[in-house]
Nanobody, 122 residues
Framework: QVQVMESGGGLVQEGESLRLSCTASGLTLGDYHMAWFRQAPGKEREKISCFSWSGARIYYADSVKARFTISRDNAKNTLYLQMNSLKPEDTATYYC???????????????WGQGTQVTVSS
C-alpha cells in the first residue's frame, strides 16, 4: 500500500523559515513527478512547486518564487520544500503529491499526502 507523508509544518513568525519533508512508503519518489500544493481555509488548492522525476524540470508559482526551494534526496526517498521569508499569506495546509506520468498537474495526482499545517504569524 502506498503512503505519502508530509512533515515539518508548524507555527513560525513572519520572516522565519521552515523545511517541509515528504516521504513515501511503497513507491520510489525518484520514479515520480512530485509536487507541493497548499490550501488555505476558504481558498482553492494552489499548486506551488513541482519537481520532475528526472529533476530536469522545476516549477514555482509566482507567489513563492525566490522564497521557496524544492529538492529531492533519492537516497532518503524524500522530497523537501525549503520555505524562507515566510509571510502570513503562506499560512495553509501543505500537501505533497506524486504522479507517475503527469508533470505538475493541478487537477490529478496519483497519490496525495494527508497534509501538514503551516501557520505564519505577523
Amino acid at each position: 500500500q502506498v503512503q505519502v507523508m508530509e512533515s515539518g509544518g508548524g507555527l513560525v513568525q513572519e520572516g522565519e523559515s521552515l523545511r517541509l519533508s515528504c516521504t513515501a512508503s511503497g513507491l520510489t519518489l525518484g520514479d515520480y513527478h512530485m509536487a507541493w500544493f497548499r490550501q488555505a481555509p476558504g481558498k482553492e488548492r494552489e499548486k506551488i512547486s513541482c519537481f520532475s522525476w528526472s529533476g530536469a524540470r522545476i516549477y514555482y508559482a509566482d507567489s513563492v518564487k525566490a522564497r521557496f526551494t524544492i529538492s529531492r534526496d533519492n537516497a532518503k526517498n524524500t522530497l523537501y520544500l525549503q520555505m524562507n521569508s515566510l509571510k502570513p499569506e503562506d499560512t495553509a495546509t501543505y500537501y505533497c503529491a506524486a504522479d507517475r506520468s503527469r508533470f505538475c498537474s493541478a487537477l490529478e495526482q496519483d497519490y496525495w499526502g494527508q497534509g501538514t499545517q503551516v501557520t505564519v504569524s505577523s
